[in-house]
């Protein structure tokens, strides 16, 4: 990684307010919440039922991850994923716990199922058709950072192309006293080895990075996947640097050209 | 849902040459590596009636049996350390104390510099066994934690991750991977991208799933869990046995002409299928296997044992001989272990992991435990009882998690 440069070829984003990419680019130049947007993503790849069904994280990061791959001109069964989200879905934490506390027996099975980390990425590969090796990981405020280290790693160990989609819930139920998430909140990148005018290095070093006031940071300060957002603003804007949250006095020194 | 196009299986441009310079498991059949070869050899299984559980949950106990650590509720962690308390974070503590591991990634952290060695650890539940007991006993209004269960660190899934860097003292990449039951196969793969990479020099893997309400009960909702011992590739298997255990592993850059273990290969696939049932003709599971033996660099007759996912469920095994049978010769001697630890879920990578490096170690290639009448899908390569092998080059470790995703590794010595 040390030297590398990789290019962006595609960018997917949604939180609430803001559906889409071109929403927060819209947004961070000075523009408004979009005033209709809905409160659920609606993903495509998914079947109508399913969409209904499906848990609101795994909703937002497909989303995301296929708005990335539709910018890069990318099939999403091409690509390997990365998946990096602090909680998973904390609804259906809430769930099992309570159900749990209660009746244990009654726990549903498809709930239990949606109850893995890696559900976005395993609905992701169903959905896409995807037999591409897929990971999903943790690392509290250093989830995006590290998600985004494992995808340069996966580059430089081969991969063409690699697919990183970072998101988080809301907290519910008893949860929100110690696990502090608001909102939704998704973004999304596909990173290549192929030339490209937009292109991103990162180096991890020592520090803490300062307080995000960016304006999506403003807007969704309260999601913990928010530590991925000074990115996604300098990439909205003209930001050359920026350092994100890589665990205990460590930050990801990421570097962007916008060509 | 598309038709899925199958990946072609691309050789690695510069195969890794990486050590494997400790390692060590604690499971049911007891606390570190020798605990486990002596169990293996022995073919002593670690499954108990199921004991697990209070409260509601142990009112409603399920009739099943499970590969138990016994003391858990004894371990004291250090004072320092008393923020992260919870079963699973006992568990990885304990794990660490033994065959001088902790020791080994002290030496390592003087050695290569703390942020020159990351820290890899797959998880499926890390510590929501704490999360069920806060439930279990809310504060009075019903909406917060009680005091005592209410640190958010131990309410997330790199609760596992963050504790285990509080207790060595790395400073690399730290990373919980959480990929259901080949969470801790995969953490072998990200760790070798992360040297290969020059982000790091070395890396401490590993995995730790302990028992609880979610994977219990949860599982019984699916109607996997058997009654009896599990019984993987038998005819009449009717499910598996849950289990928890912790495991470590020290990778590193090899040095030139330096003997001992290596990881030789890894392959990583999705099925693309179901997130609970896998590809029925196992081509995610065959395609992960494919991937590893090139990335090794040798044929599947160059593998002399293979440890399987065979979790016992009527579905995983049959998949998994199939795939099994189509691509490797009769001469190889595959079985799975699930009998002796139970399914111990995102440890399961680590200590089937840490079984074939034993097998490198000591030519002791474990069969099958509990199973008697082979199920017909079961090739050549499948077998219920132990053998050795004087000239074993290579094993392999086969993972495969709900999601359809799947990890197999090959190991080796020089």
């Excluded at chain 1, 960018?11 to 659920?40: E, H, M, N, Y």
């Excluded at chain 2, 499926?124 to 009680?146: C, K, Q, V, W």
């Amino acid at each position: 990684m040390p030297g590398r440069t990789v290019t962006i070829e595609g960018i997917g984003f949604w939180t609430d307010g803001l559906p889409s990419w071109q929403a927060a680019r819209d947004f961070v130049a000075g523009g408004a919440l979009v005033a209709d947007a809905p409160r659920k993503p609606s993903p495509r790849l998914l079947a109508p039922n399913e969409r209904r069904r499906a848990p609101e994280t795994v909703a937002v990061a497909l989303e995301v991850a296929l708005a990335a791959c539709t910018a890069a001109g990318r099939d999403p069964a091409s690509l390997p994923s990365v998946f990096a989200s602090t909680h998973g879905d904390l609804a259906i934490t809430d769930y099992m716990c309570a159900t749990l506390a209660s009746d244990p027996l009654t726990v549903s099975p498809t709930k239990f199922h949606n109850s893995v980390h890696n559900a976005a990425a395993g609905y992701w590969t169903i959905g896409s058709g995807c037999m591409h090796a897929s990971t999903a990981l943790s690392a509290f405020g250093a989830t995006f950072a590290e998600g985004l280290v494992e995808a340069l790693a996966q580059l430089a160990d081969g991969a063409e192309t690699v697919l990183l989609v970072g998101y988080d819930g809301a907290a519910v139920g008893p949860l929100e006293s110690t696990s502090h998430s608001r909102g939704l909140l998704g973004g999304a990148l596909v990173l290549s080895r192929a030339p490209g005018n937009l292109r991103l290095r990162a180096t991890l070093v020592d520090g803490t990075p300062p307080p995000a006031t960016g304006a999506l940071s403003r807007h969704a300060a309260g999601n913990a996947m928010a530590p991925m957002l000074p990115l996604f603003e300098a990439l909205a804007g003209d930001g050359d640097v920026v350092v994100l949250d890589a665990g205990p006095g460590r930050m990801l020194r990421v570097e962007i050209a916008h060509g | 849902m598309d038709v899925p196009r199958v990946p072609q299986v691309q050789p690695s441009p510069a195969p890794p040459v990486l050590a494997i310079t400790a390692h060590t498991a604690t499971t049911a059949l007891g606390r570190g590596r020798d605990a486990q070869a002596n169990a293996l050899r022995g073919r002593r299984g670690g499954l108990r009636r199921n004991d697990f559980g209070d409260g509601v949950a142990g009112e409603q106990r399920l009739d099943t049996w499970i590969g138990r650590v016994d003391g858990l509720e004894d371990v004291v962690l250090p004072a320092t350390l008393a923020r992260w308390d919870c079963r699973n974070n006992r568990l990885a503590w304990l794990a660490l104390q033994h065959d001088a591991m902790a020791e080994r990634v002290d030496a390592l952290r003087a050695h290569r510099g703390a942020k020159r060695v990351a820290l890899v650890l797959g998880t499926s539940t890390s510590s929501i066994g704490a999360t069920e007991e806060a439930y279990a006993h809310l504060a009075g209004d019903g909406r917060h934690f009680p005091s005592g269960l209410d640190e958010p660190i131990v309410h997330t899934p790199h609760s596992l991750g963050h504790f285990v860097q509080q207790l060595t003292g790395l400073r690399g990449p730290c990373i919980t991977v959480a990929t259901a039951c080949s969470s801790s196969a995969k953490v072998f793969a990200q760790a070798a991208r992360l040297i290969n990479a020059g982000i790091v020099d070395a890396a401490l893997v590993g995995g730790v799933d302990t028992l609880c309400g979610s994977v219990l009960f949860g599982f019984n909702s699916l109607g996997l869990v058997s009654a009896a011992p599990c019984r993987p590739f038998d005819a009449a298997r009717d499910g598996l046995s849950l289990g928890e255990a912790g495991g470590y592993a020290i990778i590193e850059r090899a040095e030139p002409g330096q003997p001992g273990l290596r990881l030789c290969g890894y392959g990583e696939s999705s099925d693309a299928h179901h997130m609970s049932t896998p590809h029925p003709e196992g081509l995610g599971a065959r395609l992960a296997m494919q991937a590893a033996l090139a990335r090794a660099g040798i044929e599947a007759g160059d593998v002399g044992y293979l440890n399987l996912h065979g979790t016992a469920t009527p579905a995983n095994d049959a998949v998994e001989a199939r795939a099994v049978a189509a691509l490797f010769p009769d001469t190889l001697h595959a079985g799975s272990t699930k009998g002796w630890t139970g399914h111990t879920l995102g440890a399961a990578g680590i200590v089937e992991s840490v079984f074939a490096l034993i097998a490198l170690e000591e030519g002791l290639l474990p069969g099958t435990l509990n199973s008697d009448a082979r199920d017909p899908a079961c090739g050549a390569q499948i077998h219920f009882d132990n053998a050795r092998s004087g000239s074993l080059r290579y094993a392999m470790n086969n993972s495969f998690g709900f999601g359809g995703n799947n990890c197999s590794l090959v190991f080796g010595t020089a």
